[in-house]
């Protein structure tokens, strides 16, 4: 009994794209007989129909529609099997996929591919940067194979995704020259309704945090006057230069604008009266901390390569 191969996967994933016989064949190189032959041998061997012939056009079947969803899984696997294969001569090949929220990739990330790069130079690393949530659904659908993230994994991914801690940041409140707030030393929590503000799209780390702490503050972020939706921080820095807006941004972001005087951050008191044991509570700073995290497939194969990557990240600042 023959058996089906790669070649004829792929044959047959082309055809199920283009639903065409001979485009198929011009994709991939190859005759036109031979990839009519390909799909014959398939259909023959297993006694189904991959395809309806209609004249000059074909429709793909319910049998083909099958082998549609599960040939991607297949070649997949092979292609991991075959990256595990050639690592084993000593790291010298080979490519890392990552996906990095924005902050972390363009702030954080850079020394530690550094790093890796230089021991390990002929290691490719492919990294795309995203907010949050889409590199939380890259890495589970096997598009990275290591995600870094600010906020945290939704709850819809924790089963699919492992998650670890790899370091923080602060995010802080800046406004710009141009804002009352930028000669004030502290402002009251209750002041925040009282500014137009510049947020980050709906997905983002940032937004995210910022969301979180308004609402452990007794604010509705919803109740906040948004001006703006930005996505990206570099924009919100550039705008916040030249208006009286407010934004939550990370401190790694904003550490040039804040030496050099265009951007301040602003201290929040908390001025919330609150009775405890007979005593009121006293004003004090809030902070939002935010953790980095690691997340990777629980289930997908983990490369060498990957493994050793990680390792690096794993050492906290």
């Given at each position: 009994?023959?058996?089906?191969?790669?070649d004829?996967?792929?044959?047959?994933?082309?055809?199920?794209?283009?639903?065409?016989?001979?485009?198929?064949?011009?994709?991939?190189?190859?005759?036109?007989?031979?990839?009519?032959?390909?799909?014959?041998?398939?259909?023959?061997?297993y006694?189904?129909?991959?395809f309806?012939?209609?004249?000059?056009?074909?429709?793909?079947?319910?049998?083909?529609?099958?082998?549609?969803?599960?040939?991607?899984?297949?070649?997949?696997?092979?292609?991991?099997?075959?990256?595990?294969?050639?690592?084993?001569?000593?790291?010298?090949?080979?490519?890392?996929?990552?996906?990095?929220?924005?902050?972390?990739?363009?702030?954080?990330?850079?020394?530690?591919?550094?790093?890796?790069?230089?021991?390990?130079p002929?290691?490719?690393?492919?990294?795309?940067?995203?907010?949050?949530?889409?590199?939380?659904?890259?890495?589970?659908?096997?598009?990275?194979?290591?995600?870094?993230?600010?906020?945290?994994v939704?709850?819809?991914?924790?089963?699919?995704?492992?998650?670890?801690?790899?370091?923080?940041?602060?995010?802080?409140?800046?406004?710009?020259?141009?804002?009352?707030?930028?000669?004030?030393?502290?402002?009251?929590?209750s002041?925040l309704?009282?500014?137009?503000?510049?947020?980050?799209?709906?997905?983002?780390?940032?937004?995210?945090?910022?969301?979180?702490a308004?609402?452990?503050?007794?604010?509705?972020?919803?109740?906040?006057?948004?001006?703006?939706?930005?996505?990206?921080?570099?924009?919100?820095?550039?705008?916040?230069?030249?208006?009286?807006?407010a934004?939550?941004?990370s401190?790694?972001?904003?550490?040039?604008?804040?030496?050099?005087?265009?951007?301040k951050?602003?201290?929040i008191?908390d001025?919330?009266?609150?009775?405890?044991?007979?005593?009121?509570?006293?004003?004090?700073?809030?902070?939002?901390?935010?953790?980095?995290?690691?997340?990777?497939?629980?289930?997908?194969?983990?490369?060498?390569?990957?493994?050793?990557?990680?390792?690096?990240?794993?050492?906290?600042?």
């Amino acid at each position: 009994m023959a058996q089906m191969t790669l070649d004829q996967l792929r044959v047959f994933l082309a055809v199920a794209e283009h639903l065409h016989f001979t485009r198929a064949a011009d994709t991939l190189y190859v005759t036109q007989p031979a990839v009519s032959a390909a799909i014959q041998n398939l259909e023959i061997e297993y006694g189904v129909k991959l395809f309806h012939r209609l004249g000059r056009h074909i429709e793909i079947t319910e049998a083909g529609r099958l082998l549609q969803v599960e040939a991607p899984k297949i070649l997949d696997q092979v292609a991991l099997t075959e990256r595990a294969l050639k690592e084993l001569n000593n790291l010298q090949r080979g490519e890392l996929k990552i996906g990095s929220s924005l902050t972390i990739g363009n702030y954080w990330l850079p020394e530690k591919i550094s790093q890796f790069q230089r021991t390990y130079p002929q290691i490719n690393i492919n990294c795309t940067l995203a907010n949050s949530e889409e590199i939380s659904l890259g890495t589970a659908n096997g598009k990275f194979d290591l995600g870094l993230i600010e906020g945290e994994v939704k709850s819809g991914f924790n089963d699919i995704l492992h998650q670890e801690e790899i370091g923080s940041d602060r995010l802080l409140i800046i406004v710009g020259k141009q804002h009352p707030w930028f000669e004030k030393e502290k402002i009251k929590l209750s002041e925040l309704n009282h500014t137009d503000w510049i947020m980050r799209e709906s997905g983002s780390g940032t937004q995210q945090r910022l969301e979180e702490a308004l609402m452990n503050w007794e604010i509705n972020p919803k109740q906040l006057k948004t001006t703006l939706i930005l996505n990206t921080g570099e924009m919100i820095k550039a705008i916040l230069e030249q208006t009286q807006c407010a934004a939550g941004i990370s401190e790694l972001m904003v550490k040039k604008e804040i030496k050099l005087g265009t951007l301040k951050p602003v201290k929040i008191i908390d001025d919330r009266t609150v009775m405890l044991n007979n005593y009121q509570r006293n004003s004090k700073k809030l902070e939002m901390i935010r953790p980095f995290l690691k997340i990777k497939h629980r289930e997908r194969f983990q490369t060498k390569i990957a493994q050793v990557f990680e390792k690096i990240l794993s050492f906290m600042e």
